[in-house]
């Protein structure tokens, strides 16, 4: 089992970055495909971005592609969220996610291991 916390949340104006982290503990993480996911108010949870335990394979929604970096440091037990360009629309509470096994779907029920998600506000 594997246990998961976000940092690097916070308020931003649109145009600027910001790079969010994941640690995780328990297990190693290298046992893990991990994943980003987001959920603004009123809407459901959306799929970010994914990385294989490898890191050899990154997937990224069609929203973010280009402008956001998700790597992973096993050294580290963490996984990184690079936001550049940032837009009104990218507020939201940013989660970390990871399940062992299979290469994931990119959805959350495809995911077994959450954080408790941090906030990522971007002001026009």
């Known amino acids: 089992q594997v246990q998961l916390v976000e940092s690097g949340g916070g308020s931003v104006q649109a145009g600027g970055s910001l790079r969010l982290s994941c640690a995780a503990s328990?297990?190693?993480?290298?046992?893990?495909?991990m994943g980003w996911f987001r959920q603004a108010p009123g809407k459901e949870r959306a799929f970010v971005a994914v990385?294989?335990?490898?890191?050899?394979?990154?997937s990224y929604s069609d929203s973010v592609k280009g402008r956001f970096t998700i790597t992973r440091d096993d050294a580290k037990n963490t996984v990184y969220l690079q936001m550049n360009s940032l837009k009104a629309e990218d507020t939201a509470v940013y989660y970390c996610?990871?399940?062992?096994?299979?290469?994931?779907?990119?959805?959350?029920?495809?995911?077994?291991?959450w954080g408790q998600g941090t906030q990522v506000i971007v002001s026009a």
């Open positions: 996610a990871a399940v062992e096994g299979s290469y994931p779907r990119r959805e959350a029920e495809s995911f077994r291991y």
């Open positions: 328990g297990r190693t993480s290298s046992s893990y495909h």
């Open positions: 990385i294989t335990r490898s890191g050899g394979v990154k």
